[in-house]
C-alpha cells in the first residue's frame, strides 16, 4: 500500500509521518518513509533550486516541475520495490504537489504520467496564519499570499481526487486519531 501525505509547508506531515510509522509498525506492518524531494542527485538540486529568491517565478517553477518530475521517476524504483516486497510506503508528498505548486496541471500530468498515484492521499488541510508561525522562514514559499493560493488549490484537488481531508489545526494526538481512522479499516481495524 502507497500512502500519501500532502499539505502546505508546516501542515505536520513529518510530524505525522512519524506517529504513522510507529502506528504501523505497533501494528505488526513493515514501513518504508520516503520523501519529495529524494536523496538523489536531482533531489538535492531541487532543494538548493527552493531556497532561490527567484523559486516561485513561472520559468523558474516550469524547470522545478521537470527536476520534480525526473526525481520522482527515480523514487518510483524504491517504491516498487517496497511494495514487491510487502512494505507499506508512507510519502511524505507526491506529484500532486506539483499539481498545486506549479501551473499547467495538463503539463504537470503529462511529465508525470509514469509515476504511481498513491492508493490513499490523506491532505493535511491548516490554515495559512498557523502554517506560516510554524514555518521556520528558509523558502520562499512561505508567504501568506502564495501559500493561501496553494492551499486552495489543494483542496480543490482533493475533491476531484477524492483525498481523505484532515484538519490539521488540531492538536498532534486528534490529527494522529483522525489519520488512523482513515486508515484502520484498510488493516482490518476498527477505532
Same mark, same amino acid.
Given at each position: ?17 512519524g506517529?504513522?510509522? +510507529? ?6 506492518q ?6 519529495e524531494p ?5 533531489? @538535492?538540486? @531541487? ?25 520522482r ?8 520495490e ?10 511524505? /508528498? ?6 498545486v505548486?506549479?501551473?499547467n ?27 506560516? +508561525? /510554524? ?7 512561505e508567504? +501568506?499570499i ?13 475533491e ?10 488540531n492538536?498532534l ?7 488512523? /481512522?482513515?486508515?484502520?479499516? +484498510? ?5
Amino acid at each position: 500500500m502507497y500512502i500519501c501525505l500532502e499539505g502546505i509547508d508546516g501542515s505536520g506531515k513529518s510530524t505525522q509521518i512519524g506517529m504513522l510509522e +510507529k502506528w504501523l509498525k505497533d501494528i505488526g506492518q513493515t514501513v518504508k518513509i520516503v520523501r519529495e524531494p529524494t536523496e538523489s542527485d536531482v533531489g @538535492i538540486l @531541487i532543494r538548493k533550486m527552493l531556497k532561490s529568491s527567484q523559486a516561485t517565478e513561472e520559468n523558474f517553477q516550469n524547470t522545478l516541475a521537470l527536476l520534480f518530475a525526473a526525481d520522482r521517476t527515480i523514487l518510483m524504483e524504491e517504491v516498487g520495490e517496497a511494495e514487491s516486497s510487502g512494505e507499506i510506503i508512507i510519502s511524505d /508528498r507526491c506529484f500532486y504537489s506539483s499539481m498545486v505548486y506549479q501551473n499547467n496541471t495538463d503539463w504537470i500530468a503529462q511529465i508525470n504520467k509514469h509515476v504511481k498515484k498513491p492508493d490513499i492521499t490523506i491532505l493535511l488541510d491548516l490554515e495559512t496564519e498557523t502554517a506560516l +508561525k /510554524r514555518c521556520d522562514g528558509q523558502d520562499h514559499f512561505e508567504n +501568506k499570499i502564495f501559500l493561501e493560493k496553494i492551499r486552495k488549490r489543494y483542496l480543490d484537488l482533493a475533491e476531484k481526487e477524492e483525498f481523505y481531508v484532515i484538519n490539521a489545526n488540531n492538536g498532534l494526538n486528534k490529527i494522529h486519531h483522525d489519520i488512523k /481512522r482513515v486508515l484502520s479499516p +484498510k488493516f482490518g481495524l476498527c477505532i
